[in-house]
C-alpha cells in the first residue's frame, strides 16, 4: 500500500489508493473530478468576502473523499461548488474543476441542470426539511426521473418502488404514498437518498447526511453509503464529525478557514496527523477519553492530564443530593391516545458528581429533567432535593429553594431574554438577599464572568453579539449564579463545535471540581456522556435500560440495547 | 374522527353569530333616542304622545328587554330580519333585492386580488435587490391607498378620459371592472407582501435545493414547490378579507353608483334605521363566519398536516 | 481559568447584509411629511394665510396656480388651506382612535393571554364574535347608534381595530409566556409577578410599538371613509374626506378637487405606516 503524499494530491495525481479490498485491486484510474485551486468568494468586487481561499482534490469512482472541518470553515460552499449551487452573489473560479472531463467552470444554467441528478447527486441533512413536506415521497423521488425526461409515468412509479428497495425501506408502496413527516428519521433519509441516487449518478455529494439522526439510525445510513461506495460510486463526504468520517473514507481532507489545513490518505491523517489543527480536533472528541482528562488544547497546556479519576473509587457517603423515585409521565396526543413518556424512572445523585442520562430522541430524558427541575408534575412518583421533598410540595414552598438546582440547555439563546445584556441575564439569578444593592451585584457577577472565562468586556453585550460558545458560558454563569447544588445540563454541547464543545465540557469539569456542584448530565451523544460521568443511566422509550458507572456501561455492557448503541457509536479506529 | 372537529367547528360559528346578534341587540338597546320617533320621522307633523305610544306598542318597544330579545331571537331563527324604520318593508326583502350586485362584487375581486398578487409575487419575489424592492414598494403603496380614492381615479382615468368603461350602469362585464379593481388593488398589496415575505422565507429553505439539486430549473422552482408553501399565511388572511372586502365595498358602491348593499346601509346608518342597519351587519357576519369556514378548509387542502385547534 | 479562544458570532456564508439603503430614502420622506403635518395640526396659520372658510365665489373652480396652489373649490374657497386645516381634525380623530384601539387591545390582549383558559377562552369568544364585524362596519354600527360626531368617530374607528390588536396581543403574550426564557425565569424561582413586569409585559408590548403607527395611519383612512360617507363631521369643516365627497360630481370639471384632499390622506397613511415599518424591522430585528 503507497502512502500518498500532500504534494500528490495538490496536482491531482492520485497515486494507488490505500484502504479497503475492492480498490487495492483496481488498476490506476484517472479521476472522475479534479479540482486544482478552487475559490469562491460572495459579495461584489470590492468587499468580496473569500469564503473558500484555494482547495485542491480529486475523487474517483468506488472512493469516498471526506471533508471535515467545524462551522464557517467553508466545507458546505465547496461542496455545492459540485453543484453549482453556491447561491445568489457567489463568485467561482478555479484553475480546474472538472467532472468526468468536462469543466464545469462557466457552464450555463442549462448545462447544469442537465448535470444535476443526472451526473452528480445531492444529499442535504436532516430529510424532515430536505423533502418538501407537502409533497408524497413518492413524488419526490420521482422528480430527478421526470425533469430528466426517464421513462413513462408508470415506469418511473415502478422505478421508485425499485429505489426504495435499493435503500432498504420496507413496504416501498405503502411508503411512496406518504410524507416525508410520516416516515420515521431514518427512513427519511433513505428516501431523501434515494431521490439522489435515482438517476445513478457517477458522484454523490453528501453534506452532513447524519447529523440530524439517532446514533443506531446513523450507523444503519452510513451502511448504505458504503454499500453505494463498493457498487462503484464515488462519494464526497461534508462533515464535522471525525468519527462518522473515519468509516466511510478513503482520504480526508481537513478544512479550516477556506482552506485545506491537511488532507491526506484516512489512515494517515487520522492516526498520525500531520497538522496542529488535526490533532486538536483528535483531541476534542470526547469518545475517547475517559473521564478527568483535557479535551481542549489550552487546558490541556494549563493542567497535565489526570490520570485515572478520582471519583472512581467507592462513592462519598452522605445523602444523594438528587433522588428520583418512580416518576412516571403521560400525555393525551391529539388523537386521544395516551402515551406514557416516562415510565418508572429512579436514580441517584451523589453530591459533587455526574449523573449521566444517555438515550435516543424520545427516550423520554428531556421530560425528566423538566421533573426533576419542577417545571412538569410527575403524574406518578416524586423527586427528592437534598433529602427533602421537592416535586411533592406546592410551588410556593419550592420557590426559595429553587436556588438550589439550576439549569443550562442546549439552545442557551432562546433560554435569554432577548433585549437583556449579559450583566443582566446574570445579575438577575441572584440572590437578592445575599447581594443587595447594585455595586454588590456587579461585583459578583465580575466574579462569576471570570469564573466561566470570560471577561467585563462581555457585559454590556447582548447574547446575539455572542457566538455559541460564549453564549454557553453565560448560561453557566446564570446557572451558578444562585449557588446552587445541581445543575441539570440539557444537551449542553450538541450545537456547538467540536473544539467549542471541548471548551466548555473542561469548563463544566473544572467547575465541578472546584464547586463540588452536581451534574445531571443529559445527551444523546454517548462520547459526551462518557467523557462527562460518573455514573450512567441507559433510557430507552421512557425506561430506565441499564444504569452503572461509566466504566461500567460502556466498557462492559450488559443490556442488549445498551450494546446496540455503543456499537452503532462510530469510531476512529480506521484499522 | 375528522368529522368532529369540523362539526364542532360549525356549532362554534353558530355560536359565534348568536352572540352577533346578542352584541347587536345590546348596541340597539343602548342607543339614545326613541325608535319610536325614528318610524314616524316620515310624518308631515310631529308626532304626538299618543301615536308614539301607539308605535311602541304595536313594535314591542315598550314590553321587558329579555322578553324584546326572546324575540329578537326568535325572529332570526325562523329568519325573520324585522321592518324597516324608514321605509316600513321587511328588512328582509330590502336585503334581498341589494345583496346580489355586492356578493358578485365581492367575489370578483377576491378572485382579481389573488391573482394580481401571486402573479406580481412569484415574479419579483428573491430576486435581485432592486427587482424585489420595487415590488415590495409597490405592494406597501397598493395596500395603503384609501379605496375610495382609487376607484374615484380610477373612475375618472378609465371612464371619464379614456371612456375604456361606463361610468355608470351599462351592461355585461364592463360595470364591474373598475370597481373590482378598486377593491382588489389594495387587498392585492395585503396578500402580496405576505405572499412574498413567506415567498422569501421559502426559498431559503433546504427542501428547494435539493429540488435544484436534482435538474429543476428556477420557474419550475417556485411553481411546483414553493408556491404551495407561500400561500399559506395568504390563505389565512382571505378569510378576513373576504369580511373586510364586503364593508368596503359600501365605500366603493358609493363612488361608483352601484346598486348594492352599500347604499342601503349608508341611508340606514344616516337614518338610524336599526334593523336595517343589524340586518346588512349580520348578514356580514355570517359572510365572514362562514368565510372562514371556507378557509380553514382550503387551508386543510393545502397543507393535510395542520391541526386545527 | 479557561482562556477565551472561540470566534464571535459571524454570518452564515451567503447570506448578504441586511440592506437598509433602501429604507433610508423612504423613512426621511416619511419623517418629512408627518413633520409637516404635525405644524399643520398644531398650527396651521404658519403654512397658509388664507382662512379655510373664506367663501369667495368669484374665484370658485380656479385651477392650481399662482395664489392658490391647489386650486379651490366650488365656493372659491382655497383647496390648500381646507387640507392644511383639516389636518388637525385628521390627525386627532387617527391618533385619539387609535389610542382607544391599542388601549382596550392592550387590556383584553393582557387579560385572555395572562389568565387561565377559562377566560382565555371566554375572551378568546368575544373576539372572535367582534371579529365577525369587519372593522368599518363595526365602526358604522356605533355611528348608527350613537349619531354623528367627532368623539363618537374617534370610538367607533377605535373599536373598529380593537379586535385585530386584541388578538395580537393576546397571541404575543401566550408565545412569551410560553418561551424557554419565562421558563428559565420561572426555573430561578421567579414569581409571576415578576416574570410579567420584567419579561412578558416589555416583550408583548414590542410588536405593538410599530403597530401603532400603521394603526394611525389606517384610522385617518377609515374616519375619512366614514366622512367620504357623509357620516362624519358636519359640513363647511375642513375635513379630507368630506372634501373627496364634496367634490365628487364635479370632478370631470374640476380634478384637483378630488386628487389634493386624496394625496393628502394617501400621503398621511404612507408616511405613518413606513415609519411604522421601518420600527418594526428595528425592534423585531433586534430579536433575531
New interface residues.
Given amino acids: 500500500m503507497t502512502a500518498a503524499t500532500r504534494g500528490d494530491l495538490a496536482t491531482g495525481q492520485l497515486a494507488e489508493p490505500g484502504g479497503g479490498p475492492v480498490s487495492g485491486l483496481l488498476p490506476l484510474r484517472s479521476p472522475l473530478l479534479e479540482v486544482s485551486d478552487l475559490k469562491v468568494g460572495f459579495g461584489p468586487r470590492r468587499t468580496r468576502r473569500a469564503v473558500v481561499r484555494g482547495v485542491s482534490f480529486a475523487v474517483r469512482a468506488g472512493e469516498c473523499l471526506a471533508i471535515v472541518g467545524e462551522s464557517g470553515s467553508g466545507k458546505s460552499v465547496t461542496a455545492r461548488t459540485l453543484v453549482g449551487l453556491t447561491g445568489g452573489g457567489s463568485h467561482v473560479e478555479a484553475e480546474r474543476l472538472d467532472f468526468n472531463g468536462t469543466s464545469l467552470l462557466g457552464l450555463s444554467d442549462r448545462q447544469w441542470r442537465k448535470l444535476r441528478g443526472a451526473g452528480t447527486g445531492f444529499i442535504l441533512q436532516d430529510a424532515l426539511v430536505s423533502l418538501d413536506r407537502l409533497r408524497l415521497v413518492g413524488q419526490e423521488i420521482a422528480e430527478p426521473l421526470r425533469l430528466h425526461r426517464w421513462g413513462t409515468r408508470p415506469a418511473r412509479q415502478r422505478k421508485v418502488i425499485e429505489l426504495l428497495k435499493q435503500v432498504g425501506v420496507p413496504e416501498p408502496e405503502v411508503r411512496a404514498r406518504q410524507r416525508p413527516s410520516e416516515l420515521s428519521g431514518g427512513l427519511r433519509q433513505r428516501a431523501l437518498i434515494a431521490s439522489a441516487i435515482a438517476l445513478g449518478p457517477s458522484l454523490i455529494v453528501a453534506d452532513e447526511p447524519t447529523t440530524a439522526l439517532d446514533v443506531t439510525v446513523q450507523a444503519q445510513i452510513l451502511g448504505l453509503l458504503e454499500q453505494m461506495k463498493k457498487q462503484g460510486m464515488a462519494l464526497i463526504l461534508i462533515s464535522h464529525d471525525l468519527a462518522v468520517v473515519a468509516r466511510l473514507a478513503d482520504h480526508v481532507a481537513v478544512m479550516a478557514d477556506g482552506v485545506f489545513v491537511e488532507q491526506g490518505p484516512a489512515r494517515q491523517v487520522l492516526a498520525r496527523p500531520q497538522a496542529d489543527y488535526t490533532q486538536a480536533l483528535l483531541d476534542a472528541v470526547p469518545s475517547a477519553h475517559a473521564k478527568g482528562t483535557s479535551l481542549s488544547p489550552a487546558r490541556k497546556a494549563e493542567r497535565p492530564a489526570r490520570l485515572g479519576h478520582a471519583r472512581l473509587g467507592p462513592a462519598p457517603a452522605g445523602p444523594p443530593v438528587l433522588r428520583a423515585v418512580g416518576l412516571v409521565k403521560r400525555y393525551r396526543g391529539p388523537d386521544g391516545k395516551t402515551r406514557t413518556v416516562v415510565d418508572d424512572v429512579s436514580f441517584e445523585l451523589p453530591a459533587g458528581q455526574t449523573l449521566g442520562v444517555v438515550g435516543e430522541s424520545g427516550s423520554g430524558k428531556t421530560t425528566t429533567a423538566r421533573m426533576v427541575m419542577a417545571l412538569t408534575a410527575p403524574d406518578e412518583g416524586q423527586v427528592l432535593l437534598d433529602g427533602e421533598p421537592w416535586t411533592a410540595v406546592p410551588e410556593k414552598q419550592r420557590r426559595q429553594r429553587r436556588r438550589l438546582i439550576t439549569a443550562i440547555y442546549q439552545d442557551p439563546l432562546s433560554s435569554f431574554d432577548p433585549r437583556w445584556s449579559v450583566e443582566h441575564i446574570i445579575a438577575d439569578s441572584l440572590d437578592g438577599g445575599q447581594y443587595p444593592g447594585r455595586d454588590a451585584r456587579r461585583q459578583r457577577v465580575g466574579e462569576l464572568l471570570a469564573l466561566v472565562g470570560l471577561s467585563d468586556e462581555h457585559r454590556e453585550r447582548r447574547p446575539l453579539q455572542l457566538s455559541g460558545g460564549q453564549r454557553q458560558r453565560v448560561a453557566v454563569a446564570r446557572a451558578l449564579g444562585p449557588g446552587p447544588s445541581v445543575i441539570v445540563c440539557d444537551e449542553p454541547v450538541s450545537s456547538l463545535d467540536a473544539s467549542i464543545q471541548a471548551q466548555v465540557l473542561d469548563l463544566l469539569s473544572d467547575l465541578q471540581a472546584e464547586l463540588a456542584v452536581s451534574y445531571l448530565f443529559i445527551s444523546h451523544d454517548l462520547g459526551v456522556v462518557h467523557h462527562m460521568s460518573d455514573r450512567v443511566v441507559v433510557m430507552k422509550d421512557g425506561r430506565i435500560v441499564e444504569s452503572g458507572t461509566a466504566d461500567e456501561i460502556f466498557n462492559y455492557p450488559s443490556e442488549p440495547y445498551t450494546r446496540q448503541l455503543i456499537d452503532s457509536l462510530p469510531s476512529l479506529d480506521v484499522a | 374522527?375528522k368529522w368532529i372537529v369540523w362539526l364542532k367547528r360549525l356549532a362554534g360559528a353558530v355560536?359565534?353569530?348568536w352572540?352577533?346578534a346578542t352584541?347587536?341587540f345590546i348596541?340597539?338597546q343602548?342607543?339614545?333616542g326613541s325608535p319610536a320617533l325614528t318610524i314616524l320621522s316620515g310624518g308631515a307633523t310631529k308626532p304626538t304622545h299618543a301615536q308614539i305610544l301607539a308605535v311602541d306598542q304595536a313594535y314591542g318597544f315598550n314590553k321587558p328587554v329579555i322578553v324584546q330579545y326572546l324575540t329578537f331571537i326568535g325572529h332570526l331563527a325562523q329568519g325573520n330580519l324585522g321592518t324597516s324604520y324608514l321605509q316600513h318593508l321587511p328588512v328582509t326583502t330590502i336585503i334581498a333585492q341589494q345583496m346580489w350586485p355586492t356578493i358578485e362584487l365581492t367575489v370578483v375581486a377576491l378572485v382579481a386580488s389573488w391573482v394580481i398578487a401571486l402573479v406580481f409575487t412569484i415574479a419579483t419575489a428573491k430576486r435581485?435587490?432592486i427587482v424585489s424592492?420595487i415590488g415590495s414598494?409597490i405592494e406597501?403603496?397598493a395596500a395603503?391607498?384609501?379605496?375610495?380614492?382609487l376607484g374615484?381615479?380610477l373612475?375618472?382615468v378609465f371612464a371619464?378620459e379614456l371612456k375604456w368603461f361606463p361610468v355608470e350602469g351599462g351592461s355585461g362585464v364592463a360595470p364591474i371592472v373598475l370597481p373590482a379593481l378598486t377593491l382588489a388593488i389594495p387587498l392585492a398589496g395585503f396578500i402580496g407582501q405576505v405572499t412574498r415575505d413567506e415567498f422569501a422565507k421559502v426559498l431559503d429553505?433546504?427542501?428547494i435545493?435539493?429540488?435544484?439539486?436534482?435538474?429543476?430549473?428556477d420557474t419550475q422552482v417556485r411553481l411546483r414547490?414553493a408556491l404551495?408553501?407561500a400561500v399559506l399565511p395568504g390563505i389565512t388572511l382571505s378569510g378576513?378579507a373576504l369580511?373586510?372586502l364586503?364593508?368596503?365595498a359600501?365605500?366603493v358602491e358609493?363612488?361608483f353608483a352601484r346598486e348594492g348593499l352599500g347604499q342601503v346601509?349608508?341611508n340606514?346608518?344616516?337614518g338610524?334605521?336599526?334593523p336595517v342597519?343589524v340586518g346588512v351587519?349580520l348578514l356580514?357576519?355570517v359572510v365572514?363566519?362562514l368565510a372562514n369556514l371556507l378557509v380553514d378548509a382550503a387551508y386543510v387542502l393545502?397543507?393535510?398536516?395542520i391541526?386545527l385547534a | 481559568m479557561t482562556a477565551i479562544i472561540d470566534r464571535t458570532h459571524r454570518q452564515p456564508s451567503w447570506q448578504p447584509a441586511v440592506s437598509r439603503w433602501r429604507l433610508r430614502p423612504g423613512v426621511i420622506l416619511s419623517s418629512a411629511v408627518i413633520a409637516f403635518l404635525v405644524v399643520a395640526a398644531i398650527d396651521p396659520a404658519l403654512l397658509t394665510t388664507q382662512s379655510p372658510y373664506a367663501v369667495n365665489l368669484g374665484a370658485a373652480l380656479r385651477a392650481p396656480g399662482l395664489g392658490h396652489i391647489f386650486g379651490t373649490d366650488q365656493s372659491g374657497r382655497d383647496i390648500y388651506t381646507r387640507i392644511v386645516y383639516g389636518t388637525r381634525q385628521s390627525l386627532l380623530i387617527g391618533v385619539g382612535a387609535t389610542a382607544v384601539a391599542m388601549g382596550g387591545a392592550i387590556f383584553l390582549g393582557l387579560l385572555a393571554g395572562l389568565s387561565g383558559r377559562f377566560v382565555d377562552g371566554m375572551v378568546n369568544r368575544f373576539l372572535e364574535v367582534l371579529f365577525a364585524f369587519p372593522g368599518l362596519l363595526l365602526a358604522l354600527l356605533f355611528v348608527a347608534a350613537f349619531g354623528q360626531g367627532v368623539s363618537t368617530e374617534i370610538i367607533a374607528v377605535g373599536i373598529g381595530s380593537a379586535p385585530g390588536y386584541a388578538r395580537m396581543v393576546r397571541g404575543q403574550v401566550l408565545a412569551v409566556k410560553g418561551s424557554p426564557y419565562v421558563e428559565a425565569a420561572r426555573a430561578l424561582g421567579h414569581p409571576s409577578r415578576r416574570i410579567v413586569r420584567q419579561h412578558i409585559f416589555p416583550n408583548a408590548m414590542r410588536p405593538l410599538v410599530a403597530m401603532v403607527a400603521m394603526g394611525v395611519g389606517q384610522s385617518i383612512v377609515w374616519a375619512s371613509a366614514l366622512s367620504f360617507l357623509g357620516l362624519g363631521v358636519a359640513p363647511p369643516a375642513p375635513e379630507w374626506g368630506a372634501m373627496l365627497d364634496a367634490g365628487r360630481d364635479l370632478v370631470t370639471q374640476a380634478w384637483w378637487l378630488e386628487i389634493f384632499p386624496g394625496l393628502a390622506i394617501v400621503a398621511c397613511a404612507l408616511s405613518v405606516t413606513t415609519i411604522g415599518r421601518y420600527l418594526r424591522q428595528r425592534f423585531e430585528g433586534e430579536t433575531g
Fill in positions: 374522527m355560536g359565534v353569530l352572540a352577533a352584541l347587536t348596541v340597539q343602548l342607543m339614545p435581485r435587490r424592492a414598494g406597501i403603496i395603503g391607498l384609501p379605496q375610495y380614492w374615484i381615479i373612475l375618472v371619464i429553505q433546504p427542501f435545493i435539493s429540488a435544484r439539486a436534482r435538474g429543476m430549473g414547490h404551495r408553501h378576513w369580511g373586510s364586503f364593508s368596503s359600501v365605500v358609493a363612488v346601509l349608508t340606514a346608518v344616516a338610524q334605521d336599526m342597519v351587519t356580514v357576519a365572514y363566519v393545502v397543507d393535510p398536516e391541526r
